[in-house]
């Protein structure tokens, strides 16, 4: 079978982007990024704002551009990448030890009473059909609860090994240290409602809220679509987190799929998180980017990764800037981030 895509030598791949006008500062280094990094990393990853034609590679480079730029722009990226693999693995972190805490204290830290199905809900039904013509019927629960949850229950390996014998226990804050993120979030959301509210009030910090009554505060998260909010932006933060540790490109990076999905006035009506009409929302605004993992994290009691997401954003773009300051508008909206810190704190430090 011949491919469309043949194997190009460094020469070749250096031949083929002079051949579209790309221009090289140094064509030994360029040589060298190709080799350890890749064309497919470095080029196909970065070029968009470079060609003329992003359908059509052969119809050339903008005036002026060159393989340096492009380079700058890939180690950005990286570096942006590393921070956000960083920045959701504090909250992931502080959100497992949320879970954690709230089992122990609205169930039990007894791993034979936490892990029974009546605290949990069904979730979606599967279908199998048996090789003797039956057809077996299994749900989320009984894969969280028989294979997620078994699996670090019965492993060999510590902590878990040194709790069962030492302590013939595996409690919830030791079982989450097993459990990748996509787990965790399977877990809270196959909870009762009482684990679920009671996580999200004392991730939010709405449990040290005094001053009100039950009621007021429960139609306070109602009418604040609350609950809504705080699902939406876990599968928005896994999404980024599983694109961050797999070497995906993130500074102008939007899911469809995990986007934002419905406008929480709590989100989008609050100046300490985000100020934007339901007209800007529905053209996909501040639903899926930088921007909004950066803001969006603001909500949380524990700011650690907000503070840290926000302070290596304005480090690191300012960084590359200093070598293509006119990149500042073009990264500023692809990641969303026009009236955030990061973009203040970049135009001061012009003055």
Same mark, same amino acid.
């Given at each position: 079978?011949?491919?469309?895509?043949?194997?190009?030598?460094?020469?070749?791949?250096?031949?083929?982007?002079?051949?579209?006008?790309?221009?090289?500062?140094?064509?030994?280094?360029?040589?060298?990024?190709?080799?350890?990094?890749?064309?497919?990393?470095?080029?196909?990853?970065?070029?968009?704002?470079?060609?003329?034609?992003?359908?059509?590679?052969?119809?050339?480079?903008?005036?002026?551009?060159?393989?340096?730029?492009?380079?700058?722009?890939?180690?950005?990226?990286?570096? !942006?990448?590393?921070?956000?693999?960083? /920045? =959701?693995?504090? *909250?992931?972190? %502080?959100? #497992?030890?949320?879970? &954690?805490?709230?089992?122990?204290?609205?169930?039990?830290?007894?791993?034979?009473?936490?892990?029974?199905?009546?605290?949990?809900?069904?979730?979606?039904?599967?279908?199998?059909?048996?090789?003797?013509?039956?057809?077996?019927?299994?749900?989320?629960?009984?894969?969280?609860?028989?294979?997620?949850?078994?699996?670090?229950?019965?492993?060999?390996?510590?902590?878990?090994?040194?709790?069962?014998?030492?302590?013939?226990?595996?409690?919830?804050?030791?079982?989450?240290?097993?459990?990748?993120?996509?787990?965790?979030?399977?877990?809270?959301?196959?909870?009762?409602?009482?684990?679920?509210?009671?996580?999200?009030?004392?991730?939010?910090?709405?449990?040290? !809220?005094?001053?009100?009554?039950?009621? /007021? =505060?429960?139609? *306070?998260?109602? %009418?604040? #679509?609350?609950?809504? &909010?705080?699902?939406?932006?876990?599968?928005?933060?896994?999404?980024?987190?599983?694109?961050?540790?797999?070497?995906?490109?993130?500074?102008?990076?939007?899911?469809?799929?995990?986007?934002?999905?419905?406008?929480?006035?709590?989100?989008?009506?609050?100046?300490?998180?985000?100020?934007?009409?339901?007209?800007?929302?529905?053209?996909?605004?501040?639903?899926?980017?930088?921007?909004?993992?950066?803001?969006?994290?603001?909500?949380?009691?524990?700011?650690?990764?907000?503070?840290?997401?926000?302070?290596?954003?304005?480090?690191?773009?300012?960084?590359?800037?200093?070598?293509?300051?006119?990149?500042?508008?073009?990264?500023?909206?692809?990641?969303?981030?026009?009236?955030?810190?990061?973009?203040?704190?970049?135009?001061?430090?012009?003055?």
């Amino acid at each position: 079978m011949n491919s469309d895509k043949p194997f190009k030598d460094i020469d070749e791949q250096i031949n083929i982007l002079r051949q579209r006008k790309l221009g090289f500062i140094t064509e030994s280094s360029a040589k060298d990024s190709l080799r350890y990094y890749g064309y497919y990393e470095i080029i196909n990853g970065y070029k968009h704002e470079f060609v003329n034609n992003t359908n059509n590679d052969n119809d050339g480079y903008k005036s002026g551009s060159n393989f340096e730029h492009i380079y700058a722009l890939y180690k950005l990226d990286n570096e !942006i990448r590393n921070t956000m693999r960083e /920045t =959701l693995e504090k *909250f992931e972190f %502080s959100f #497992k030890q949320s879970l &954690a805490y709230i089992v122990s204290r609205d169930i039990s830290e007894n791993q034979n009473r936490y892990t029974a199905p009546s605290h949990y809900n069904a979730g979606s039904s599967h279908y199998f059909h048996r090789r003797n013509g039956r057809i077996s019927i299994t749900t989320d629960r009984d894969t969280l609860l028989n294979k997620t949850f078994q699996k670090l229950l019965n492993s060999s390996f510590d902590p878990y090994r040194y709790y069962k014998d030492e302590h013939g226990n595996i409690p919830p804050w030791i079982l989450v240290k097993g459990l990748s993120f996509g787990n965790t979030i399977y877990w809270f959301k196959l909870s009762k409602k009482k684990v679920r509210e009671d996580v999200i009030d004392r991730m939010l910090g709405l449990d040290t !809220i005094s001053g009100l009554d039950e009621n /007021t =505060l429960v139609a *306070f998260k109602t %009418s604040q #679509k609350i609950e809504q &909010a705080f699902s939406d932006v876990l599968n928005l933060y896994l999404d980024y987190r599983n694109l961050s540790s797999h070497g995906g490109r993130i500074y102008n990076h939007k899911s469809e799929r995990h986007k934002i999905r419905n406008y929480s006035p709590f989100i989008y009506q609050n100046n300490n998180i985000i100020r934007l009409s339901r007209a800007d929302f529905r053209k996909n605004k501040l639903r899926s980017s930088v921007g909004t993992i950066l803001r969006t994290l603001n909500m949380f009691k524990n700011k650690d990764p907000f503070f840290n997401l926000e302070v290596m954003l304005s480090i690191q773009i300012q960084n590359h800037l200093k070598n293509y300051p006119e990149d500042f508008d073009f990264l500023m909206n692809e990641m969303e981030l026009r009236e955030t810190y990061v973009e203040r704190k970049i135009i001061e430090d012009k003055k």
